[in-house]
């Protein structure tokens, strides 16, 4: 998938109710931060919605160009997660969304700790790519795209793995708290169809069909646990 169609599906995801609420209690779990930033930060709206203590960091230039036409008045940077252009302790907050499952999470996490000051807090939100529930009339085959989507994903269960990987990594007050999202609109589409992104067969083509017939007699179901794990670097 190009970074124009990744950027598109986010789009779509970022509007949906639940995923607003996401991002508002990423900035709630941060307020009080002067100085943040939001890791992997796509399209730029997180970095758009914290204002001026933010600054968003990606490592695809391509991406930091949209972010940087969309929010022209926000600060932008190409980065990479492991490598920050950060001085040790020099931030209050850091944010990544949708990000960890494609890092090295310890290396990430190591270097996290190096930026944020004490007392500074740390939040991840993401969804385990195991664990989408998504409505067919053909269920086994839905559990092999599931599956077979999330062997993809460098850390498919990062998401989980989250909680304990940032006490190793020497926060404390580390919390996990799940917010759901469910789609059961035409928009949750692209999203559906993406779990069987690069699988080929019949069965998959029929299954891809099901949802599409789903989508256009309103009867599309998908929820997505968003898994939100926050931590502070001991003050
Ligand atoms: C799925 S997108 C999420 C974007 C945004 N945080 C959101 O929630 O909409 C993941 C983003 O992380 C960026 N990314 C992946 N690996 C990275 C790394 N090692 N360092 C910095 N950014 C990275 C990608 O370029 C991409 O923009």
Same mark, same amino acid.
């Given at each position: 998938?190009?970074?124009?169609?990744?950027?598109?599906?986010?789009?779509?995801?970022?509007?949906?109710?639940?995923?607003?609420?996401?991002?508002?209690?990423?900035?709630? @779990?941060?307020?009080?931060?002067?100085?943040?930033?939001?890791?992997?930060?796509?399209?730029?709206?997180?970095?758009?919605?914290?204002?001026?203590?933010?600054?968003?960091?990606?490592?695809?230039?391509?991406?930091?160009?949209?972010?940087?036409?969309?929010?022209?008045?926000?600060?932008?940077?190409?980065?990479?997660?492991?490598?920050?252009?950060? *001085?040790?302790?020099?931030? /209050?907050?850091?944010?990544?969304?949708?990000?960890?499952?494609?890092? /090295?999470?310890?290396?990430?996490?190591?270097?996290?700790?190096?930026?944020?000051?004490?007392?500074?807090? @740390?939040?991840?939100?993401?969804? /385990?790519?195991?664990?989408?529930?998504?409505?067919?009339?053909?269920?086994?085959?839905?559990?092999?795209?599931?599956?077979?989507?999330?062997?993809?994903?460098?850390? *498919?269960?990062?998401?989980?793995?989250?909680?304990?990987?940032?006490?190793?990594?020497?926060?404390?007050?580390?919390?996990?708290?799940?917010?759901?999202?469910?789609?059961?609109?035409?928009?949750?589409?692209?999203?559906?169809?993406?779990?069987?992104?690069?699988?080929?067969?019949?069965?998959?083509?029929?299954?891809? /069909?099901?949802?599409?017939?789903?989508?256009?007699?309103?009867?599309?179901?998908?929820?997505?646990?968003?898994?939100?794990?926050?931590?502070?670097?001991?003050?």
């Amino acid at each position: 998938m190009s970074n124009t169609e990744v950027i598109a599906l986010l789009d779509e995801i970022e509007r949906h109710p639940d995923a607003v609420r996401v991002r508002e209690r990423t900035h709630e @779990l941060l307020d009080g931060a002067e100085r943040i930033v939001d890791v992997g930060c796509g399209g730029g709206r997180a970095v758009h919605e914290l204002g001026a203590r933010a600054i968003g960091v990606d490592h695809d230039p391509a991406t930091i160009a949209v972010a940087r036409a969309r929010y022209p008045a926000a600060r932008f940077q190409v980065a990479d997660a492991h490598a920050l252009p950060f *001085p040790d302790a020099s931030l /209050d907050g850091y944010r990544a969304e949708r990000v960890i499952h494609t890092l /090295d999470a310890p290396r990430a996490l190591a270097e996290a700790r190096r930026v944020l000051r004490p007392g500074g807090r @740390l939040v991840l939100a993401g969804h /385990d790519w195991d664990l989408f529930a998504v409505d067919s009339g053909l269920p086994e085959v839905t559990r092999r795209v599931v599956h077979a989507r999330a062997d993809q994903i460098a850390d *498919p269960r990062a998401a989980r793995k989250a909680h304990h990987l940032l006490r190793e990594a020497g926060f404390t007050d580390v919390a996990t708290e799940i917010l759901s999202t469910v789609i059961t609109g035409p928009e949750g589409l692209p999203v559906v169809l993406n779990l069987a992104k690069d699988q080929e067969g019949e069965e998959i083509a029929a299954w891809c /069909d099901d949802q599409r017939r789903r989508a256009a007699e309103g009867r599309l179901f998908l929820a997505v646990p968003v898994f939100v794990t926050s931590g502070q670097v001991i003050g």
